[in-house]
């Protein structure tokens, strides 16, 4: 198995849950109160493994976009 297809997990759950809220991933960058890119956003969806920083940022900009309280389980299956 080569690096890349470990890095590569699929399409996650978060992509699923802004899809049903109407989301996309500029109103999750604008609703942060940290730093986070449309990058990391579109990283996220697409199945890049990130960082546990990364993935609590986009958590609670999640959070804070659709006034629910999510847990990293519910976002990602890595």
């Given amino acids: 198995m080569t690096q890349q297809q470990e890095r590569n997990l699929g399409e996650q759950p978060i992509a699923g849950i802004l899809a049903a809220h109407q ?44 006034g629910k309280s999510f847990n990293l389980s519910d976002l990602f299956n890595y």
Avoid: D, F, W, Y
Wanted: aromatic letters at 0%; glycine letters at 4%.
């Fill in 23 to 66: 989301l996309k991933p500029h109103e999750l960058v604008i609703a942060s109160t940290e730093q986070i890119t449309h990058k990391m956003v579109s990283r996220a969806c697409k199945g890049r493994r990130l960082t546990p920083n990364v993935q609590g940022k986009i958590l609670q900009a999640l959070n804070a976009a659709t």
